[in-house]
């Protein structure tokens, strides 16, 4: 998987399908020669070009390192910057050596007077196409300022244009789809709020604007980390493109004393040929093989009781929703914010992880009892990084709070942020929610975090201390309480990324339920994430959060594309609701094992009247569709929707009906959905090979 050509000083870093070529130049700088299809080694080596008579000035290095380190003469971005005791920060590095492995190689630098070495980090898989990077910067002389240091800077080749894709968004808009041609100069993709975000995620993918879903050569990168993160696109009039990710964001800086070393979080990249779907598809891939924590595992169907109760928390009234929500089919059973100290409103509380005497005299236990008779897992909603100033936990330790001196303790939503890189705040953490998993038999945690920071100064302790003190409470308490499973959330999609996933399970996608608005939402998660980890819910109608009032089969539907669950007051839910409900779920529960570790196509966005997902097990032994359709104008009748990489060769069999549909005419001619008349209709269609 690595080849090293020594005399030519050239390494082939290969997957099953693609390649990625690094030479050092007479300079040492690492120059990228190739990204795209799998080269062998001969293949490799015809790249590097004859001496020229003269040197081109769109040949310099500038936009071609991989280890893009400020100085001289690039005036790009620079992904490694830093500024020394003595005031200098330009970058002269040379190299120093390289070792590797079979899926691990790293080239080793140090700086040509000042006593720092920079090691560049790849590791590749054998059945993923996905190159993960990182750095390590030591210093070994006097303290050095470290401006900034990306995971890693991926080198497009030159194509004929480019475009470049993102998602944008808002609080109960995130994971919004966005692709518009990449203007020269810096494209900046960031968040300074502490988490991941709602307004970005810290993926991008380039293409020549030419890619489709299912055809096209896509670039893409996503970086591994939970805190403040900035992304760079890069286009240079000499149309060399460059993608550099990293943690931090402007102006934050991190001091690296004597004997010190900054490690990096994961940036990830990968090319793949198929468009946005094939691109799509590798990440979920690489995410199930290689990220996730129990990737085997089927996520149960969930019920959330926040919107049925809100702060109105009671033993009696959980009770009730628990066994409507059993009657429903319904496997594990969430109770929301309210539980716990003072908490009957959202300006108290938080800090105090202990039942609130007055609703729950004898604890947890009898609403634990109860849930696991019904054959239900018990969950529990917390927000542990969190604080109210009207807080037993606050009125003790005032100082556990994120901010500065002679600056106002901003507070948003009542609360205030605990400072988690500080080591006694975090032992605080860890120990306050191991004793409560010990205490209870608690199954999951829906781990919230509304808030970001403010006050928080430029000290790069706290905005990267925080994010690797909130990693390792998570891995302690996964390690003592193993059979616990977490999800993440931030006021919904806040917090989705590759850091936090390979210690939590499942995320919360949004905190809008509309199903309308789920389908765009869920269409941009899906651009890098896969449905396994996609909660989705199905809430009351009209909905709390738009008003809009859409059938319960649309809502179900919309949800079944995911990882499904019921967050409506289900006390006022009819009987025929519950019962259909009830079929609902029976019917997500036979498409579950194709929709969560299945492979996922989408067939028709949701920029339209009609749009379509298909969802293909990993034999193809079984197909799972879901077709959704706006509003029907001018009385047209709906097109088949073809199908994707089925045999053309077999015959399917629809699970409901019985009817027969061969592959060649699924694949061509489509599948036509039986869609009620009227807007806001569905379908889910599970097929059989027979």
Not at 398 to 417: F, G, I, K
């Amino acid at each position: 998987m690595i080849h090293h050509d020594a005399e030519r000083r050239l390494w082939v870093l290969s997957g099953p399908s693609c390649s990625y070529v690094v030479r050092l130049d007479d300079a040492d700088r690492p120059r990228v020669l190739h990204w795209g299809r799998r080269l062998t080694a001969e293949q490799a080596a015809s790249l590097l070009p004859p001496e020229p008579p003269f040197r081109p000035v769109e040949d310099s290095a500038e936009g071609t390192c991989d280890l893009a380190a400020a100085g001289g003469l690039s005036y790009g971005d620079a992904g490694l910057r830093v500024r020394f005791a003595d005031g200098t920060r330009d970058l002269e590095l040379v190299h120093t050596g390289h070792h590797r492995t079979d899926r691990e190689l790293v080239l080793a630098y140090a700086d040509r007077h000042y006593p720092l070495a920079v090691e560049c980090h790849y590791r590749l898989y054998d059945d993923s196409d996905v190159i993960e990077r990182h750095l390590v910067v030591r210093n070994a002389g006097e303290p050095v300022t470290v401006v900034r240091a990306d995971s890693a800077t991926w080198v497009l080749p030159r194509l004929n244009d480019y475009r470049l894709s993102s998602v944008r968004g808002q609080w109960g808009a995130e994971t919004r789809l966005h692709r518009a041609g990449l203007p020269y100069g810096e494209t900046v993709l960031t968040s300074r709020r502490g988490v991941t975000s709602h307004q970005a995620n810290p993926w991008a993918m380039v293409d020549d604007g030419t890619a489709g879903e299912e055809h096209g050569a896509v670039y893409s990168c996503a970086l591994a980390w939970s805190g403040s993160w900035r992304l760079t696109a890069q286009r240079l009039p000499a149309e060399r493109v460059t993608l550099s990710a990293g943690a931090g964001h402007d102006p934050v800086t991190f001091e690296l004393g004597t004997g010190e070393e900054l490690v990096t979080p994961v940036c990830a990249g990968l090319y793949a040929e198929g468009g946005f779907g094939a691109a799509g598809r590798a990440w979920h891939d690489h995410q199930l093989r290689h990220v996730l924590p129990h990737p085997g595992e089927t996520r149960p169907v969930l019920y959330n009781s926040w919107e049925a109760t809100g702060f109105e928390v009671s033993l009696e009234g959980q009770t009730r929703l628990a066994e409507l929500a059993a009657r429903m089919g319904v496997e594990l059973f969430v109770m929301d914010d309210g539980w716990f100290g003072a908490r009957t409103h959202d300006a108290a509380g938080l800090g105090d992880w202990r039942p609130n005497p007055r609703r729950f005299p004898d604890g947890l236990a009898p609403l634990i009892d109860r849930v696991h008779e019904l054959g239900m897992r018990f969950g529990l909603w917390v927000e542990p990084e969190m604080v109210n100033p009207d807080s037993d936990l606050y009125r003790a330790h005032p100082d556990w709070v994120v901010h500065r001196p002679h600056r106002t303790r901003t507070e948003h939503r009542n609360q205030l942020v605990l400072d988690l890189s500080r080591p006694q705040v975090a032992d605080w953490l860890h120990r306050t929610l191991d004793e409560l998993l010990a205490k209870n038999d608690i199954d999951f945690l829906k781990w919230d975090m509304n808030r970001p920071f403010t006050e928080a100064g430029p000290d790069e302790r706290l905005w990267t201390g925080h994010v690797h003190a909130l990693y390792d409470v998570l891995d302690r308490l996964r390690a003592g309480h193993p059979h616990v499973r977490v999800e993440s959330c931030s006021s919904g999609g806040g917090r989705v990324d590759l850091g936090i996933l390979r210690r939590t399970d499942q995320v919360w996608t949004s905190d809008n339920t509309d199903a309308l608005d789920r389908l765009e939402i869920q269409h941009g998660f899906s651009q890098l994430y896969p449905a396994r980890v996609m909660g989705a819910w199905v809430t009351d109608s009209p909905n709390p959060y738009t008003g809009r009032e859409v059938p319960l089969d649309f809502r179900f539907h919309v949800a079944m594309a995911g990882v499904l669950g019921v967050g409506g007051t289900l006390t006022d839910w009819s009987e025929a609701e519950l019962a259909r409900a009830a079929e609902l779920v029976a019917a997500y529960k036979r498409i579950r094992p194709i929709v969560q570790h299945g492979r996922q196509y989408r067939l028709l966005p949701p920029d339209g009247e009609l749009s379509a997902v298909q969802y293909l097990a990993r034999d193809g032994a079984q197909v799972a569709f879901l077709a959704f359709r706006r509003a029907r104008r001018f009385g047209h009748a709906e097109p088949g929707i073809p199908l994707r990489d089925l045999d053309p060769g077999a015959r399917y069999r629809d699970a409901a009906t019985g009817r027969i549909h061969h592959g060649a005419v699924l694949l061509s001619h489509g599948l036509f959905p039986d869609l009620a008349p009227g807007d806001y209709a569905s379908a889910m269609v599970h097929l059989i090979r027979e």
